[in-house]
């Protein structure tokens, strides 16, 4: 039993050395290794055996196999990497497959836009946690305590907290305004400064409201700001944008922490004013709110309102992406739609 083994060993480390294809070891490897191979019968005879001679055939017929199964294994990742080798022969002048790049939102490009033309005037880009309490979304911007965005339907206040006041009851910014207060403190004035960030509205999401979106808001503080210069600076900041002359008219507008506080439109792009989607054949289209910023505000921030003025700019990133590409339905920016943002790499 033992020279049967053997003798099948050597033949079939033989064998394999001699295969020269993939197919050949194979059959070989059935015929050896398989269910009727040749190992697999001589096994199925040591029932025959008296115990002691049993055990030692059975050890060998084991060493066997697993001799073998190495024997196959090296043999066939040589034959491969031949195989492999004489096979791979690279047709030079095929085209190459070009990767897939991504590429940035447009309202994200918008951010960086308004980044490079804000900086180009001495703006510094500022950030501040998304995290922040009632005193800098509502106490220290002149919102009135019975103020209605204050009630926990538009804001999402942080559990635990919303019995407490001020700076230790806290909450998602509802809006980006409170950071401006934040930055005077830190660094005083006079300042100019752009805050972009994501805010949260705790609001039934459809298709024009989402709980957390984008906002950009700019401030200058200077002494004595003239409120013309706000309105040049909003005009200077949009041209550097669209590359090309804007015109803009201002609407008095009501927001706490601004007085007086405007509605700041811009002709539109696409039609130049005499109508279309885009602008809902107004000619015209709100692109951001804005305003001297409350003397209640400036004294919460640390300065004298009898000697500091200025200017908040909170830039409308929707409308402005819709007029730089002629989109009149600001949810297809929203939609995630790779189809539709892909046009815009
Ligand atoms: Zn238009």
């Keep these: 039993m033992l020279e049967a083994i053997e003798t099948i060993l050597a033949r079939a480390q033989a064998d394999i050395a001699a295969a020269t294809d993939v197919e050949q070891l194979q059959t070989l490897r059935r015929t050896l290794l398989g269910k009727k191979g040749s190992l697999t019968e001589l096994l199925k005879q040591l029932g025959k055996l008296d115990p002691d001679a049993r055990r030692e055939a059975g050890q060998a017929t084991n060493r066997a196999k697993a001799a073998l199964t190495d024997a196959f294994d090296v043999k066939l990742e040589q034959l491969l990497n031949e195989a492999s080798a004489l096979d791979f022969k690279p047709d030079l002048t095929l085209p190459g497959i070009a990767p897939l790049n991504g590429g940035l939102h447009p309202i994200q490009q918008m951010c960086y836009d308004l980044d490079d ?70 660094h005083g004035a006079p300042a100019r400064v752009v805050y972009p960030g994501r805010v949260y509205r705790n609001e039934q999401t459809d298709a024009r409201h989402e709980r957390a979106f984008y906002q950009y808001e700019a401030l200058i503080v200077e002494k004595d700001f003239p409120f013309a210069s706000g309105q040049l600076l909003v005009r200077t900041i949009l041209e550097k944008v669209f590359g090309r002359e804007v015109e803009i008219r201002m609407r008095a507008g009501f927001f706490p922490f601004v007085e007086p506080g405007f509605e700041i439109d811009m002709r539109c792009l696409v039609c130049g004013g005499s109508g279309c989607k885009v602008c809902k054949q107004v000619g015209w289209i709100e692109v951001m709110p804005g305003g001297t910023p409350h003397p209640n505000v400036l004294s919460a921030a640390g300065l004298d309102p009898s000697v500091w003025s200025g200017f908040y700019i909170n830039v409308g990133l929707d409308r402005l992406v819709m007029m730089r590409y002629g989109v009149d339905d600001v949810r297809l920016f929203h939609s995630a739609d790779i189809r539709f943002l892909s046009q815009f790499r």
Excluded: Q
Aim: aromatic residues 14%.
């Design 117 to 186: 033309a804000f900086m180009s005037l001495g703006f510094e880009v500022f950030s501040e946690d998304e995290i922040t309490s009632e005193y800098y979304a509502f106490d220290c911007l002149n919102f009135p305590p019975e103020h209605p965005a204050r009630e926990s339907m538009d804001t999402y206040w942080i559990e635990g907290t919303e019995e407490r006041r001020g700076t230790d009851r806290l909450c998602l910014r509802p809006h980006l305004t409170g950071a401006s207060v934040r930055y005077l403190k830190a």
